[in-house]
Each structure stands twice: as structure tokens, then as C-alpha cells.
């Protein structure tokens, strides 16, 4: 196999926001929050904890890799035959915190995910947003 044929491409969404990362990882983390601007979910900030994304679509099957509180968070995506890693980094800044969404693993052979994914993750977050500008 080319290097060509086994390239994988990544999403990025970048951030600035005027939020404590606290507060952001309250949102990354919580299931209820979580619900709010994701999907429904039985998610547990614990490493190997396996847990499901719900939408009326179908499921996301998931598992959590990487838990540093207020800092990083990873976690597998695998929707059919989409297999994926979703990373969010939290990097504390004077006015607030830069929040990096970066999911990988998107196979050359599979552009309806990769440009589901493009399309879809900015509007999540915006609804990130707005669940954080209601949080107390």
C-alpha cells in the first residue's frame, strides 16, 4: 500500500472563549450538558469507560481514552464503518481558555463522514457555546 492509501484526515475547530476551562470541561463532561449541544449519552470522565452517543439517526459507539481534568479529553467515535478518535484540549489564556476539537481517522474512501464531520462539529460547538453562556 502508498502512503496515499493509508493517509487519514483530521477536523479541527478552534476556539477562543471567555470561559474558565472548568467550566468548559463541566460541559465536555457532564452528561446532561452534554445532551445539550451533542447528543444523549451515558458518558463517564473514566478512562475505558464504553459508552454511547444517541441520535435519531443511530448510535455512536464510543470509549474513553484520555481524562486530564480541565485540560484533555479524548475518546473513540465508531459510527458504521467510520472509525475515529475525538480530542478536545483546553489551553488556559488571559481572557479565557482556547478549546481545540481535532477528530481523527478519516479514511480517503470515506468523504460523506469526513464532510459530515467539517460541516457538523462547528455548529456543535456553537451550541457549546451557548450552553456555556447560560452555565452559572
Known amino acids: ?39 444523549k449519552n451515558e458518558f463517564k470522565p473514566e478512562t475505558g469507560h464504553r459508552f454511547r452517543l444517541e441520535a435519531d439517526w443511530g448510535s455512536i459507539h464510543c470509549e474513553v481514552r484520555t481524562v486530564e481534568p480541565n485540560r484533555a479529553l479524548s475518546y473513540t467515535w465508531d459510527a458504521y464503518d467510520l472509525r475515529s478518535v475525538v480530542t478536545w484540549t483546553l489551553t488556559p489564556m488571559e481572557s479565557g481558555t482556547h478549546l481545540r476539537m481535532e477528530q481523527t481517522g478519516f479514511k480517503p474512501d470515506q468523504p460523506r463522514y469526513y464532510g459530515g464531520a467539517k460541516a457538523g462539529w462547528p455548529q456543535f460547538i456553537d451550541k457549546l457555546e451557548a450552553v456555556l453562556e447560560r452555565l452559572d
Open 1 to 39: 500500500m502508498t502512503t496515499a492509501e493509508t493517509a487519514t484526515r483530521s477536523v479541527v475547530v478552534e476556539r477562543e472563549l471567555p470561559f474558565p476551562p472548568e467550566k468548559i470541561w463541566r460541559a465536555l463532561t457532564q452528561p446532561h450538558l452534554i445532551a445539550e449541544w451533542l447528543m
